[in-house]
Each structure stands twice: as structure tokens, then as C-alpha cells.
């Protein structure tokens, strides 16, 4: 097979999701031509796009020593390098991308990731709006001009945009009823589906209750480690664990819609100045007592504070982490008795801790945060507090009424939006948030 035979090829493969064959195709190509600088910058993306950022990292210079004024190869490589957290480099990648060809739409995009990122929400906006002008359909550029306004606190806007999710790398579920739109749906059966993760799915839960109370019948299928949790917030809808396929209920063409929970904010949330409840999910609350009851018993008198300090998001999780040293000021506070509320293997962490600094964080090891999500919620309904890293841990405390304060990175995911301390999504919640890189200045408040 010819040079351009195999890029077009590995083109095609792309596109169609096939990342491993595309990346093959490429390689041989270049095998054929080492000197062609166009498939370095193709395959430097798909590298990228597969995870695989030190090799696409290495594609995209070798290919920059061929051709240093290829802008594709610049934008690329500044692209990766944000990925990478290095956005000093990536920002003078992506600002010689433009330099040389203005009308770069990767570039315009990304640098309106990096200035987000920074917390610079107009100049954000500004290289969203640019490559949006310059390719309206660019999805990845309209989805992040979403975040941006969200950020900013532009709802009604920013949840229009924020449609465009759908053709990005997000995958809606194979439903066959028609996408709610707005219309009025009283009388007529709905289906709900919870998306993205499971922080989402317990944020965006809120708007499940109008819905119930207009619909003749609501349908809503969920994470599976929230079915208990959702069914017994919402006694009037009908919960089902989502699963592969889906069940074949959920198929029923008499249901006359289905609307992904996030989409319902566009309608049921088009301002920040929308009143909410002060919790909307309900706990099981004989659970709760039991554990309330062994926590004084064993730990003694004192407030019973959970902390959760990681998270692990695929994209953002290294980004919403406190490294657990850095909460030696809170956990030294005398008359306190800190819980773990934290998903995953921590009890290196918690070992060291002990060790190296002299603090516990005491482990309930009768519950699993990870799979059982309902006895989580049960446990932060039994404690006076909680302190957390935006994750799950936090979603679900606010979602139940828990007074929770959330320490977040500088450059906060959009739902916690900029300065202010509170967010309008969880009244019970304060926010502490990062003054420069990091986690400067959260941990002295």
C-alpha cells in the first residue's frame, strides 16, 4: 500500500473510533517516508487521543525537526503538553502555532483550554469565540466555550452550549424515544438516564423531582451503586441500575421522551439564582444511627469529621487531589475525630500519615466507599461535617443537606464557577478555594 494510501486510510480509521489500527497505519507510513511531516502530526494526535502522551510527545518533536514551521505540529505539541500539566511550554507551542497560521482552530481551541485552565475567563472565551468563527461545528471548542461560560456564571448560555457535549467523546445511550426539548410533557411518560460520572449523576439528580411531578410516569436509569439511594429520595419514579443492554423496559416506545439528567439543567436551572432545596436526597437513616452510635462509642466524645482528599477522575483526578500532607493543619485541631470518606486503597497513605506526622484518620473498614455509595451517603449523614476535594464524597454530602466545606484546585471544574464561596447547586456547602497554582492558601483558611 502506497504513503497516501495508508494515511488516508489511517485517516478514515480515526474517525471511525479505531484508534490502535489508525496508529499502526500511520507507522507504516512513516516507515515509507520518515521525512513527511504531516503523518508525524496525525499520529502525534492519535498518540495523544489514546493516552499514550510521552510517545505522541516524541512523534510530534521528531516531526518538528523535519518541519519547524508546521503549525499542525506546534498545536499538537502544545496541545499534549497542556495535557501534561506543562502549560508555560504549552502555551508558547500553541502561540507559535498561531503565529504561524492564524486561523489554526486547534490552536485557537486549546489556548482557550490553557487560559481556563489559568482562570483567565476572558481571554478564554475569547480564543473559543475565535475558532468557533472560524469552524462553527468544531465540537470540542463549542463544549469548552460552554465550561468557560458556566464558569463565569452565564447559565442560560452556557447550558445551550453545553449540548455539545453530545459530539465529543460523549456517547449518549441507545434509547429509541425522541430528546425532550423543552415542551410541556404533562400526562406523558419520561425517561431520565444519568451520564458522565457519578458526581454528575448525584448533581444533576436534583431536577429528577420536577419532572416526576409534571410526568404521568417517570423512568430514570442510574449509576448502579445509586439505585437505592435514588429510589429512596424519589419514592414516585421507577429506578433502574443502567446496564448492557439496557433493560428492556427502558426500550418501551410509549415512552413519549428521554433526556440525559444534564440536559435538564438547561430548563430547570437557566440561572445561578434559581431557589433550591437545602437537600434533596434521603439517606438510610436507621443506618446512619447505628453508625453514629459505634463512632461515639468507640472513638469518644469530640466532633466526627469525614474527609476525603482524592479523586480519581480520569482527566482531572491528579488536578483535584490534596496530597494528604497538606491537611496536617486541619487534622491537628484538638477535640476531633477524623473519619475517611475516601474511595479507593488508602491505607499507605494512612499508614504514613501516622507515621511520618503523628495524625489519624480513623477507617470504617465495615464500608465501601467505591461500591457502596448508599452506605457512604448513610455514613456522611451520620457526622457532624465533612471536608473534601470536589469528588463524589462531595456531591453527595451536599446533596444531602451535610454541612460540607470543598477545598478546590485554582482552575475549579465549572459547577464551583470562580470567587464566590458558595455554589448554587448545594446551599449547605463553602468553598475554599486556591489563590495561585496548586493548593496555596486553601489549608491556612
Not at 489508525?22 to 492519535?46: D, F, K, S, T, V
Not at 496530597?323 to 479507593?344: A, E, K, N, T
Not at 454530602?397 to 470543598?406: E, F, M, N, P, Q
Request: glycine fraction near 8%.
Amino acid at each position: 500500500m502506497t504513503v497516501d494510501a495508508l494515511f488516508r486510510r489511517a485517516v478514515s480509521l480515526k474517525q471511525a473510533g479505531d484508534l490502535e489500527a489508525a496508529i499502526n497505519c500511520y507507522q507504516q507510513a512513516l516507515r515509507q517516508e520518515p521525512r513527511h511531516p504531516e503523518i508525524y502530526a496525525n499520529l502525534g494526535a492519535a498518540l495523544r487521543q489514546q493516552g499514550n502522551y510521552e510517545e505522541a510527545l516524541k512523534v510530534l518533536k521528531q516531526g518538528l525537526t523535519i518541519d519547524p514551521k508546521m503549525a499542525a505540529l506546534h498545536a499538537n505539541l502544545g496541545t499534549v503538553l497542556y495535557d501534561l500539566g506543562h502549560l508555560d511550554a504549552a502555551l508558547q507551542s500553541l502561540q507559535q502555532a498561531l503565529k504561524l497560521d492564524a486561523h489554526n482552530v486547534e490552536a485557537l481551541s486549546n489556548l482557550g483550554n490553557l487560559m481556563r485552565e489559568l482562570g483567565r475567563i476572558e481571554e478564554a472565551l475569547d480564543y473559543y469565540n475565535a475558532a468557533c468563527r472560524e469552524q462553527p461545528n468544531h465540537a470540542f471548542a463549542r463544549a469548552n466555550r460552554a465550561f468557560a461560560l458556566l464558569l463565569s456564571g452565564q447559565f442560560t448560555e452556557g447550558l445551550k452550549e453545553y449540548e455539545w457535549r453530545w459530539k465529543t467523546s460523549h456517547a449518549p445511550r441507545p434509547f429509541p424515544q425522541p430528546w425532550w426539548n423543552g415542551d410541556r410533557f404533562a400526562g406523558e411518560r419520561i425517561l431520565l438516564w444519568g451520564e458522565q460520572g457519578v458526581g454528575d449523576e448525584v448533581m444533576f439528580s436534583r431536577m429528577v423531582k420536577p419532572v416526576a411531578d409534571q410526568a404521568e410516569e417517570c423512568l430514570l436509569e442510574c449509576d448502579p451503586r445509586l439505585t437505592s439511594l435514588l429510589a429512596r429520595s424519589y419514592p414516585s419514579i421507577r429506578v433502574f441500575a443502567r446496564t448492557t443492554p439496557a433493560h428492556s423496559e427502558l426500550l418501551d416506545s410509549g415512552i413519549r421522551w428521554q433526556c440525559p439528567l444534564g440536559s435538564l439543567a438547561r430548563w430547570f436551572r437557566p440561572s445561578a439564582d434559581v431557589p433550591v432545596s437545602q437537600r434533596y436526597l434521603v439517606p438510610n437513616t436507621e443506618r446512619a444511627k447505628a453508625l453514629r452510635a459505634r463512632y461515639d462509642a468507640e472513638l469518644g466524645p469530640g466532633l466526627k469529621v469525614g474527609v476525603s482528599w482524592r479523586s480519581n477522575n480520569k482527566d482531572r483526578g491528579a488536578q483535584k487531589s490534596a496530597p494528604l500532607d497538606l491537611w496536617l493543619p486541619v487534622l491537628r485541631c484538638p477535640r476531633v475525630h477524623f473519619i475517611s470518606l475516601q474511595y479507593g486503597d488508602c491505607g499507605a497513605e494512612l499508614q504514613t500519615l501516622r507515621a511520618q506526622h503523628g495524625a489519624t484518620i480513623h477507617v470504617d473498614e465495615g464500608l465501601d466507599a467505591r461500591h457502596d455509595l448508599d452506605g457512604l451517603a448513610a455514613q456522611i449523614h451520620a457526622l457532624d461535617m465533612v471536608i473534601t476535594v470536589g469528588n463524589t464524597t462531595a456531591h453527595l454530602a451536599g446533596a444531602l443537606g451535610k454541612s460540607v466545606w470543598t477545598l478546590l484546585h485554582q482552575a475549579p471544574d465549572w459547577r464551583w464557577q470562580l470567587s464566590a464561596g458558595q455554589t448554587p447547586w448545594y446551599p449547605s456547602m463553602r468553598l475554599f478555594r486556591a489563590k495561585q497554582s496548586g493548593w496555596a492558601g486553601v489549608f491556612d483558611e
